[in-house]
């Protein structure tokens, strides 16, 4: 199995500064035996990162969402066969930034996934809690209903095309980290959440990410724990020398 490295852009960087960031991390990327490298910039630029990239690049390309509808009258919404047609092949659902300020409910996140499977996209599933569930002791429990809804459409047969990622919430922007411990901890129960679900075979084959603050300073004990199959990044994806950080702890994973 090999891991993956994530970078959610989020509503940074300029069209170009995205191109410059890029082809940065492309010329200092190492080589590589265990990783997938994902990029999720702003939507605008996806098509045009597809278009202008070189057939040498290392780098995929990520949606940041997509819409909960196919096509149709829906102003502003851009669908999930819409990304795989201009050269996307992945995008991030249920994001915990998008359930919170943005309303996602579980049955948008849960139709998310099925659009995008449906088009032949990777989904990157977010699943997360904040601060006061994991206070009360019920982070377990919230991870586990999130995770059997989501996927409550996906069969045995798709789970290839999807990756999960645990973002504790309470970790992320606030200069708080979860530990090692606590990370593997969780993508231990989530991992027998897929065994419960599917089988013990799809669960281990399932890659599951760790997605709150991971940085150059931390990657090494979190990404060698052995249910850790690498990370979905947040503010150390917008620096190549950290991104690559990042990528090159994968590798030594």
Known sequence: MRNIVAGNWKSNKLLKEGEEL????????PSLRKTDVIVAPPAPYLAH???NGSKSSHVMLSAQQCSVNSAGAHT????????????????????????????????????????AVTANLHVLLCCGE?????????????IAEQLKDALMHIGPELMANITIAYEPIWAIGTGVTATADQAQEMHQFIRKQLTSSYDSKIAKATRILYGGSCKPSNADEIFGKPDVNGGLIGGAALDAESFLALISASEAS
Do not use: P, W
């Open 130 to 142: 904040s601060l006061a569930v994991r206070e009360e002791q019920g982070h377990f429990e919230l």
């Open 49 to 51: 990162y597809a278009a």
């Open 76 to 115: 502003g919404e851009f669908t999930a066969e819409m990304l795989k047609s201009c050269g996307v092949n992945h995008v991030i659902i249920g994001h915990s930034e998008r359930r919170d300020r943005f309303g996602e409910t579980y049955e948008v996140v849960r139709n998310k996934v099925k659009e």
């Open 22 to 29: 890029i082809a940065d991390i492309n010329h200092g990327m």
